[in-house]
């Protein structure tokens, strides 16, 4: 229930205060006044979109602040499901800079926009005269059904499931007419796969294969330069190793006379030492090195397929390559059976969802002719004698499902007796729609208790008696739910418990929008105000305090 609406710098409004109370609230005043506004502040509060019109000229910042009593509206759920703090006592607020930037509040803490419109639609439902235009959409003719028929959990549970078997059913089809495709992939991938292992590849071996291919290309050159080696250091008739010996022994001998010399003749003979050791090894390794041109045509020619592979696929890593196509076909080939699984989940859903269908289908049918009934006894005392509405609610026995499961519906409708049923469209008038709207919100109410119901100008191109029976129709509303209504009838003014005023204030050039309630007295004035205008007299007057009366 809305307890109190903030609104400070929108459009016309520089600062106002709204208490509605619990039942029946009207509120009224002349033409332009801001009874507009005031919904639209409360719209932009609910998350409606804003932009920096919508501050007021000269001003900072728009702030809306609207205060809710929950408890009982079995929302802790939603709380606890968005990250927000539960109190029975529910404070959104919305500011908007004059950039157009919006900031939104729940309980202080900073939220998104569609958080509140979702929040929104537990709290409030707001009517007003282009909302008429929803009773010819097949979205809202079910929800009333459903509303009705107490289907509404059942159809969204239909809904979800009915969702996931279309996304299902896309699935299957992708993966069928892909099939041509994935095939011929399949076969390419399958070349290269076999490519490669017929490669033999094994890990580190190109690597080896260069080091290898490099010594054997050079194998001629390396032996003449270890004989011409091997001849320096040994065989030549003044070999290094015979002038060492010579330089050792002058080096020993020159040691003996002269200390100092001890170490430098050590360190020559670890040398001499080493020397030989180098000739032994270099001799040993030419002895060993056999000239093997198959063995280098073989490295060759497989250092060429590696590197031809290498280039022709981009790649450094071809056993990794190797192993990625692997899996690919190795996913290829668990198509068919991805096609197989789906088909069974396809199956098994489309049971689920025909067994909910035909569930809400017998609920629909069941319910349907209940609620014309309800709706033309009601509609015929709002001077709508004859008038009758009939829902046609049709169920598709070939079990196809849409997204409102087997059925389908449309609202007809006949403005006398003997004239024929036409869809409410294409034969009703502006004011029946409207009325037939007000008698669906009144059965509604007593079926899903909304907490609060706003009806802008619900009464426009009614009067007489007619208007006595919408107040009453508004002031039995009331008992179940909090009801504001702005109107322009004094005869529905009357009914409310609770009676507010909207009106100008012309201040040092500026025009603003304010509103108050009206005591007892200001009612009675109000109300006769409505009736005579503002020059009426005292007939007129005891009207006013007869209508409220009753």
């Not at 709204?18 to 006044?33: D, L, Q, Y």
């Not at 930037?101 to 929040?119: C, G, V």
């Not at 009806?455 to 008696?465: H, K, L, N, P």
Request: net charge negative; glycine share 6%; proline share 2%.
């Amino acid at each position: 229930m809305l307890t109190e609406l903030r609104v400070k710098n929108y459009a016309l409004i520089k600062d106002i205060v709204f208490r509605p109370g619990k039942s029946f609230n009207v509120i009224t005043g002349e033409t332009g006044a801001g009874k507009s506004i005031l919904l639209g502040a409360l719209g932009l509060v609910l998350g409606e979109r804003a932009d920096s019109i919508s501050v007021k000229q000269n001003e900072e910042k728009c702030i809306i602040e609207a205060q809710f009593e929950i408890s009982g509206y079995a929302l802790e759920a939603w709380f606890e499901q968005n990250e927000f703090d539960y109190l029975n006592e529910l404070i959104i607020r919305r500011e908007i800079l004059i950039s157009g930037k919006t900031r939104a509040f729940i309980n202080d803490t900073p939220a998104q926009l569609l958080q509140i419109k979702e929040l929104g639609r537990f709290l409030i439902d707001i009517h007003s005269q282009h909302d008429n235009l929803d009773l010819f959409q097949k979205s809202f003719q079910f929800k009333i059904l459903d509303s009705y028929s107490e289907t509404e959990a059942l159809q969204n549970h239909f809904s979800v499931k009915h969702e996931r078997l279309k996304r299902l059913k896309n699935q299957l089809l992708e993966l069928k007419t892909s099939d041509i495709n994935r095939l011929a992939e399949r076969e390419y991938k399958q070349f290269l796969l076999d490519e490669l292992i017929n490669a033999n590849l094994s890990d580190g071996e190109l690597p080896l294969l260069e080091e290898e291919q490099l010594a054997l290309s050079f194998t001629d050159q390396n032996l003449h330069t270890l004989a011409q080696i091997s001849n320096c250091l040994l065989e030549s008739e003044a070999s290094i190793l015979d002038q060492f010996a010579v330089i050792k022994n002058q080096l020993l001998q020159i040691s003996k006379n002269d200390k100092r010399f001890e170490s430098i003749s050590t360190r020559f003979n670890t040398l001499n030492i080493e020397l030989k050791e180098i000739g032994n090894e270099l001799t040993h390794f030419a002895q060993n090195i056999v000239l093997d041109p198959s063995r280098l045509e073989a490295l060759n020619t497989r250092l060429s397929l590696l590197h031809s592979l290498s280039t022709k696929h981009r790649v450094d890593n071809l056993i990794q390559m190797r192993d990625d196509l692997e899996t690919e076909i190795l996913g290829f080939a668990n198509v068919d059976g991805q096609i197989n699984a789906l088909e069974q989940e396809i199956s098994e859903n489309n049971v689920e969802c025909l067994a909910l269908a035909k569930e809400i289908s017998v609920k629909r049918l069941g319910h349907c002719q209940l609620l014309e009934k309800e709706i033309n006894i009601r509609i015929e005392p709002l001077g709508m004698p004859g008038a009758s509405l009939k829902i046609d609610v049709s169920e598709n026995t070939d079990n196809v499902l849409s997204h409102y499961g087997l059925n389908d519906t449309n609202f007809l409708f006949s403005p006398a007796p003997g004239k024929g049923y036409n869809p409410i469209q294409n034969i009703a008038s502006g004011g029946e729609i409207s009325r037939v709207m007000l008698v669906l919100k009144a059965i509604l109410a007593h079926k899903n208790i909304m907490p609060t119901l706003i009806f802008d100008e619900i009464d426009t191109g009614v009067s007489g008696d007619v208007s006595f029976k919408i107040g009453d129709m508004l002031d039995d509303m009331s008992k179940n739910m909090q009801l504001i209504c702005i109107t322009h009838l004094p005869q529905i003014a009357a009914k409310g418990q609770n009676h507010y005023f909207v009106y100008k204030n012309r201040m040092e050039g500026k025009t603003t929008s304010d509103i108050k309630k009206l005591s007892d007295a200001e009612r009675i004035n109000e109300i006769a105000e409505m009736i005579g205008g503002k020059a009426f007299g005292s007939t007129i007057r005891e009207s006013a305090i007869q209508l409220l009366a009753n």
